[in-house]
């Protein structure tokens, strides 16, 4: 457990505009920032962080909070995980206790999965820094590579002793349990049968191996890659052996270098991606360290948005072999898709990164990467169309290329791209046009037909809803759905839930009595045995007043910090208005007192409950038949309900017509 007085030391530290820039580029807009948001595919800037309010909002898919609210969505953390990850960048001490059984056992098994994994990755460096074999071997072999210590460091590099079950009888003293060790991927289980029993043992996945420890966009150890040395690679089938996927690791959803990447990578506007661990590392030993691996992998609309969150530029820097050329035209229609900018750098014949980097000082290898790379186009171009007599494999390499530039949303950028190609290749503009507005109108007939078929299996996986009795009618039966009302009601408990707008009102036993927002907006609901519709706006209602006796409640503070996510988004897009992005555009103050806003629209949910009452009673006698009573009675009913209806209009000063 985290204390009190220490959560209110982080809380106080974190800043909204430190924490989502780990995560997204932000620029200035007036007051506040915007970005692409993390949470859906953004391709205008939708995400407004506030550094005033300390919260963040996106205004498509409506997701934000506080600094630990937006953790706990973007990395999937509980509550008491964000904290710790806002402590450790803010440095900020925790002592906690020493977990018993009962509640490791308690922990989520994500937690529990990282914990493994940290350990594990401290385990591995540790051997290669301390071990007599990990310093002969391991850090030897690290050597042979050029690889500095500030890198192996920088990188967490480590080395698997030999011995099969090295981890998992260190990881057995340390009391970590082996479920946890194979569901991470660190070891693998062998079923052995005896004489007398069958037996379940697990071995190392890496034994012998030098390790390269895979962290995500937050820095926690997701998975790891183990390197057979050099000496021992002669006649190996597999080189690497990576993690598994797992609840806490998939592959196509992460990058390997990116945590240490995402600063440069904003900071050079550019990122560069290789093919492996070793590439990545020996550029960042060369001073270029805006650059992340794939792994061999083709790029996911995972990756291709985490990319696009810190930049629009991508050079890809591959061997100039066949398979550096497949692997740079892997994937890259969905890079241009996504509005990605791509430059292609193929390296001179057997050489890959790694090996150039280590021949270049760090400026020749920046002024060769400058000189010698080129647009996408010109790349697929180059390598496809010119110097290919053939009249057929020439047209169809032209309408590869054409297909390319289709995919790409930026209308500008799109016809500089033809008209380049068409110069290129000597052919009319009008006819690469014709081509291309077919494939742009193929996409988008493509793309109806598979929201079409979305459509039909989530209906088809819909489960048929019995056919509900009908209720009756009672006086205070709010509305199915909470109405607008309702909302704004929420919203004044959310913004100014602690101000007081009742000063020592006289009770009838001549004592007194003060309100605030959040106080006087459940005693007039509880007049009449009325609750707002929606549960979480009756669980924001309760714990306003529940705390209204503290004398430090900030409502707004409280609820965006809230550790129930749902609240914490709910109470950010209340506190947050869509139009308070600075500048001619700051947003207004409402005309009359808080005292009279909360009045009126406590009025206007009365009225909102009665008119529904009203055409609930209408709807009940178009369906009464030939029952003289039951009709009687819902004709008093509607009577009753009406002169509640006109009596709340009047007090509001409006005026309805029967």
């Given at each position: 457990?985290?204390?009190?007085?220490?959560?209110?030391?982080?809380?106080?530290?974190?800043?909204?505009?430190?924490?989502?820039?780990?995560?997204?580029?932000?620029?200035?807009?007036?007051?506040?920032?915007?970005?692409?948001?993390?949470?859906?595919?953004?391709?205008?800037?939708?995400?407004?962080?506030?550094?005033?309010?300390?919260?963040?909002?996106?205004?498509?898919?409506?997701?934000?909070?506080?600094?630990?609210?937006?953790?706990?969505?973007?990395?999937?953390?509980?509550?008491?995980?964000?904290?710790?990850?806002?402590?450790?960048?803010?440095?900020?001490?925790?002592?906690?206790?020493?977990?018993?059984?009962?509640?490791?056992?308690?922990?989520?098994?994500?937690?529990?999965?990282?914990?493994?994994?940290?350990?594990?990755?401290?385990?591995?460096?540790?051997?290669?820094?301390?071990?007599?074999?990990?310093?002969?071997?391991?850090?030897?072999?690290?050597?042979s590579r050029s690889i500095r210590d500030d890198i192996i460091e920088k990188f967490q590099l480590g080395y698997a002793p030999q011995k099969r079950d090295a981890l998992a009888q260190a990881a057995k003293t340390k009391g970590y349990k082996p479920e946890f060790l194979v569901k991470t991927g660190l070891c693998v289980e062998r079923k052995e049968e005896s004489e007398k029993r069958k037996e379940v043992t697990i071995y190392d996945r890496y034994a012998g191996r030098a390790i390269f420890p895979w962290f995500n966009i937050s820095g926690k150890v997701?998975?790891?890659?183990?390197?057979?040395?050099?000496?021992?690679?002669?006649?190996?089938?597999?080189?690497?052996?990576?993690?598994?996927?797992?609840?806490?690791?998939?592959?196509?959803?992460?990058?390997?270098?990116?945590?240490?990447?995402?600063?440069?990578?904003?900071?050079?506007?550019?990122?560069?991606?290789?093919?492996?661990?070793?590439?990545?590392?020996?550029?960042?030993?060369?001073?270029?360290?805006?650059?992340?691996?794939?792994?061999?992998?083709?790029?996911?609309?995972?990756?291709?948005?985490?990319?696009?969150?810190?930049?629009?530029?991508?050079?890809?820097?591959?061997?100039?072999?066949?398979?550096?050329?497949?692997?740079?035209?892997?994937?890259?229609?969905?890079?241009?898709?996504?509005?990605?900018?791509?430059?292609?750098?193929l390296l001179p014949d057997g050489d890959d990164p790694d090996s150039f980097a280590r021949k270049h000082s760090t400026d020749d290898l920046k002024r060769y990467i400058e000189e010698n790379q080129t647009d996408f186009i010109s790349f697929k171009s180059r390598l496809t169309v010119e110097n290919v007599s053939d009249p057929v494999k020439r047209s169809e390499a032209i309408g590869g290329i054409v297909k390319s530039i289709s995919v790409i949303p930026d209308q500008i950028l799109r016809s500089t791209y033809i008209t380049d190609f068409a110069h290129?290749?000597?052919?009319?503009?009008?006819?690469?046009?014709?081509?291309?507005?077919?494939?742009?109108?193929?996409?988008?007939?493509?793309?109806?037909?598979?929201?079409?078929?979305?459509?039909?299996?989530?209906?088809?996986?819909?489960?048929?809803?019995?056919?509900?009795?009908?209720?009756?009618?009672?006086?205070?039966?709010?509305?199915?759905?909470?109405?607008?009302?309702?909302?704004?009601?929420?919203?004044?408990?959310?913004?100014?839930?602690?101000?007081?707008?009742?000063?020592?009102?006289?009770?009838?036993?001549?004592?007194?009595?003060?309100?605030?927002?959040?106080?006087?907006?459940?005693?007039?609901?509880?007049?009449?045995?009325?609750?707002?519709?929606?549960?979480?706006?009756?669980?924001?209602?309760?714990?306003?007043?529940?705390?209204?006796?503290?004398?430090?409640?900030?409502?707004?503070?409280?609820?965006?910090?809230?550790?129930?996510?749902?609240?914490?988004?709910?109470?950010?897009?209340?506190?947050?208005?869509?139009?308070?992005?600075?500048?001619?555009?700051?947003?207004?103050?409402?005309?009359?007192?808080?005292?009279?806003?909360?009045?009126?629209?406590?009025?206007?949910?009365?009225?909102?409950?009665?008119?529904?009452?009203?055409?609930?009673?209408?709807?009940?006698?178009?369906?009464?038949?030939?029952?003289?009573?039951?009709?009687?009675?819902?004709?008093?009913?509607?009577?009753?309900?009406?002169?509640?209806?006109?009596?709340?209009?009047?007090?509001?000063?409006?005026?309805?017509?029967?």
């Amino acid at each position: 457990m985290i204390d009190r007085a220490t959560v209110d030391r982080i809380l106080d530290a974190a800043r909204i505009v430190d924490v989502v820039g780990e995560f997204v580029t932000l620029r200035k807009s007036g007051v506040n920032y915007k970005g692409l948001c993390p949470f859906h595919d953004d391709r205008n800037p939708s995400f407004m962080v506030s550094p005033s309010k300390n919260i963040c909002h996106c205004f498509v898919c409506g997701k934000g909070g506080s600094p630990a609210g937006f953790l706990m969505e973007h990395e999937q953390l509980t509550y008491p995980e964000a904290l710790r990850w806002l402590a450790k960048k803010y440095n900020i001490e925790i002592v906690e206790k020493e977990l018993t059984d009962e509640e490791r056992e308690a922990q989520s098994e994500r937690e529990s999965m990282f914990i493994v994994n940290e350990w594990a990755k401290d385990w591995f460096h540790n051997i290669l820094k301390n071990d007599p074999d990990g310093i002969a071997i391991g850090k030897q072999y690290f050597r042979s590579r050029s690889i500095r210590d500030d890198i192996i460091e920088k990188f967490q590099l480590g080395y698997a002793p030999q011995k099969r079950d090295a981890l998992a009888q260190a990881a057995k003293t340390k009391g970590y349990k082996p479920e946890f060790l194979v569901k991470t991927g660190l070891c693998v289980e062998r079923k052995e049968e005896s004489e007398k029993r069958k037996e379940v043992t697990i071995y190392d996945r890496y034994a012998g191996r030098a390790i390269f420890p895979w962290f995500n966009i937050s820095g926690k150890v997701v998975a790891f890659g183990g390197r057979v040395l050099d000496s021992r690679t002669k006649g190996v089938a597999q080189k690497y052996v990576n993690s598994p996927d797992s609840e806490i690791y998939h592959k196509e959803r992460e990058l390997y270098g990116i945590y240490q990447a995402k600063k440069a990578i904003v900071k050079e506007d550019c990122v560069f991606m290789v093919e492996g661990y070793t590439d990545v590392i020996a550029m960042h030993q060369a001073g270029i360290e805006n650059v992340v691996a794939n792994s061999g992998t083709a790029l996911s609309t995972y990756q291709i948005h985490m990319l696009h969150r810190f930049t629009n530029n991508i050079t890809l820097l591959y061997d100039g072999d066949e398979a550096g050329i497949h692997a740079a035209m892997r994937g890259t229609d969905m890079l241009l898709a996504e509005g990605m900018n791509i430059k292609v750098l193929l390296l001179p014949d057997g050489d890959d990164p790694d090996s150039f980097a280590r021949k270049h000082s760090t400026d020749d290898l920046k002024r060769y990467i400058e000189e010698n790379q080129t647009d996408f186009i010109s790349f697929k171009s180059r390598l496809t169309v010119e110097n290919v007599s053939d009249p057929v494999k020439r047209s169809e390499a032209i309408g590869g290329i054409v297909k390319s530039i289709s995919v790409i949303p930026d209308q500008i950028l799109r016809s500089t791209y033809i008209t380049d190609f068409a110069h290129r290749i000597n052919m009319k503009e009008q006819t690469l046009i014709a081509e291309m507005n077919k494939y742009i109108r193929r996409g988008i007939e493509d793309k109806e037909k598979d929201n079409a078929r979305e459509l039909e299996r989530e209906q088809a996986q819909q489960p048929q809803q019995p056919q509900q009795q009908e209720a009756p009618l009672t006086l205070h039966t709010p509305t199915e759905q909470a109405s607008s009302v309702e909302l704004l009601l929420v919203r004044e408990i959310v913004r100014h839930g602690e101000e007081i707008i009742f000063q020592d009102v006289e009770t009838e036993d001549g004592g007194k009595v003060s309100f605030n927002v959040a106080q006087y907006i459940s005693f007039d609901l509880s007049q009449d045995g009325l609750t707002f519709v929606l549960p979480i706006h009756n669980q924001i209602l309760s714990e306003a007043v529940e705390h209204s006796d503290d004398p430090d409640f900030k409502a707004e503070t409280y609820f965006c910090s809230h550790p129930d996510i749902q609240v914490s988004q709910l109470a950010t897009r209340l506190a947050i208005d869509r139009h308070q992005l600075g500048g001619r555009f700051a947003a207004q103050p409402r005309e009359g007192s808080l005292r009279q806003r909360v009045l009126h629209l406590m009025m206007d949910y009365r009225l909102d409950i009665v008119e529904h009452r009203l055409k609930e009673i209408q709807r009940q006698l178009q369906q009464v038949g030939n029952n003289m009573e039951r009709m009687m009675q819902l004709l008093k009913e509607h009577k009753e309900t009406k002169e509640i209806r006109d009596e709340l209009a009047k007090r509001l000063g409006s005026d309805l017509v029967v």
